[in-house]
């Protein structure tokens, strides 16, 4: 094999591999991170901005002592996260509102919301 044909086939491949990775990263783009921590008996921060019109994923971390459970009827999602341990839950693309989270086994004081503007 000549080296000429190998460094074509190189190319090729490097060529293929860049317009198949692309469309990863656009979609990767896509989703906003946000972070909640439990802990103290309430949820933190207690509210959080997010863009409308993209996908959100939620990290739970639980630094309480008991489980807890992270749910939001607006968005869909309930988990149940052990002490110590940590959840991602990923919610669809949001219309601009709010949408209510609580710790449902501490509900009257472990509460936030996102806010999709």
Do not use: W
């Not at 909640?36 to 509210?47: F, N």
């Not at 607006?74 to 839950?89: D, F, M, N, R």
């Not at 209510?100 to 004081?109: H, P, Q, R, S």
Request: charged residues 30%; aromatic residues 6%; positive net charge.
């Amino acid at each position: 094999m000549h080296v000429e044909t190998i460094f074509r086939a190189m190319r090729v491949f490097l060529a293929v591999a860049c317009l198949a990775a692309a469309p990863l990263a656009a979609h990767a783009q896509d989703v906003v991170d946000v972070r909640i921590v439990a802990r103290d008996g309430k949820l933190e921060p207690t509210e959080v901005a997010v863009p409308a019109g993209k996908r959100i994923r939620i990290e739970i971390s639980n630094e309480e002592k008991k489980a807890i459970e992270f749910e939001s009827k607006s968005l869909k999602v309930e988990k149940v996260i052990a002490p110590g341990a940590k959840a991602t839950v990923t919610v669809a693309p949001l219309k601009a509102g709010e949408y209510v989270f609580v710790d449902e086994f501490n509900e009257k004081n472990a509460r936030g919301k996102l806010v999709a503007k």
